[in-house]
């Protein structure tokens, strides 16, 4: 029998917030004692792609006990554990709601399709930053209701004032979703696994289509994408 690996990093029942504070917003004012700092945001037709400094609050609330060789789940725990900050550096990208509207699925089947986007976006910034898997971390914002539903995916760098990855990973930014794309399509999986959108009894049974279809939807409208700058700062929660 292989042995089993208890890794805290493979959470029960995520769940990842992203508090955004917007100084350009009058309606989410910056706290003067909390400076900004955003480098290049690009946000048009409500496309957001940027990068920039993040404040993660993150807190570990269970446990899963992980097999070797086959990441296959043998049991789990619940954990209590304080919050721990860290502010760093992280490229995002924000799915417009244009895009989000014209998927055929439900909510949940929509939600399940950014989750595994955003694997599939993990799996790639490892091999454009030639880094390993826990040198980054990654942040979905589920915080509105399902019906203004505005995905925001976050690849943060992993350590105390980042360490360089998220501004390659900004200009990577359409070889970052074409390499996703091209992941999820060639991948002979049905429904998910740990090399795509990760396992289906994790992200959803529709969660490569959906993911899929998000993709293909993005880099239609990339080519009209510009270039901006601006001022903007935003707090990551990932329990």
């Not at 014209?102 to 909510?107: C, G, K, N, R, T």
Request: glycine fraction near 8%; hydrophobic fraction near 40%.
């Amino acid at each position: 029998m292989a042995p089993n690996l208890v890794n805290p990093a493979n959470l029960v029942n995520p769940a990842n917030l992203v508090n955004p504070v917007n100084p350009v917003n009058p309606a989410n004012p910056v706290n003067p004692e909390n400076p900004v700092n955003l480098v290049n945001p690009v946000n048009l037709a409500n496309l957001v792609n940027s990068h920039g400094e993040v404040q993660v609050v993150s807190r570990v609330v269970g446990f899963k006990k992980i097999k070797f060789y086959t990441n296959e789940n043998v049991g789990s725990g619940d954990l209590d554990l304080p919050e721990q900050q860290m502010h760093t550096t992280a490229y995002w990208l924000t799915i417009p709601p244009a895009v989000m509207a014209v998927l055929p699925f439900a909510a949940d089947d929509r939600r399940d399709g950014v989750v595994g986007l955003a694997a599939a976006m993990r799996q790639i910034a490892q091999l454009l930053l030639m880094c390993d898997r826990y040198d980054i971390g990654i942040s979905i914002d589920t915080e509105t209701p399902p019906e203004s539903f505005v995905p925001r995916i976050f690849v943060y760098d992993n350590y105390p004032g980042g360490i360089g990855f998220s501004e390659p990973l900004f200009r990577l930014h359409r070889e970052l979703l074409e390499g996703s794309r091209r992941l999820i399509a060639e991948c002979a999986c049905e429904n998910g696994c740990p090399s795509c959108v990760g396992p289906a009894g994790n992200s959803g049974p529709l969660a490569k289509i959906v993911a899929l279809r998000i993709l293909e939807l993005l880099l239609d409208e990339a080519p009209a994408l510009g270039q901006a700058d601006g001022d903007e700062k935003r707090e990551l929660r990932t329990a």
